[in-house]
């Protein structure tokens, strides 16, 4: 299982961005699947996920209305469209997967999450 996020980098506030993850040893349309961030000096944050079996994302309060989580099952890709973006936003992207279901309220936990990508760095200008 490998996952490769992209689509990082150096945006003004009130910009947008779309990251990637590409997936490959797992088809992340039937799985578990999450975005994550992490600020210097502060812990991994749920950013965005996806259930197995689930209808739709869950997002994280700080993002909503802003952020869209988005998956290309033919490219076995997830996104992450960021609008509206903040220099709170900051921080290095991380994209997740998991092959079990996590409860609904462990959907943004990292532990509920085995696989992870390297991390794509958001930096937004005030």
């Known amino acids: 299982v490998q996952l490769q996020a992209s689509g990082g980098g150096l945006v003004q506030a009130g910009g947008s961005l779309r990251l990637s993850c590409a997936a490959s040893g797992f088809a992340s349309g039937s799985n578990s699947v999450a975005w994550f961030r992490q600020a210097p000096g502060k812990e991994r944050e749920g950013v965005s996920c996806?259930?197995?079996?689930?209808?739709?994302?869950a997002y994280a309060d700080s993002v909503k209305g802003r952020f869209t989580f988005s998956r290309d099952n033919a490219k076995n890709t997830i996104y992450l469209q960021m609008n509206s973006l903040k220099p709170e936003d900051t921080a290095v992207y991380y994209c997740?997967?998991?092959?079990?279901?996590?409860?609904?309220?462990?959907?943004?936990?990292?532990?509920?999450?085995?696989?992870w990508g390297q991390g794509t760095q958001v930096t937004v200008s005030s």
């Open positions: 996806i259930r197995s079996f689930s209808s739709g994302p």
């Open positions: 997740a997967a998991s092959f079990t279901r996590p409860l609904p309220y462990m959907c943004l936990d990292p532990s509920s999450y085995g696989y």
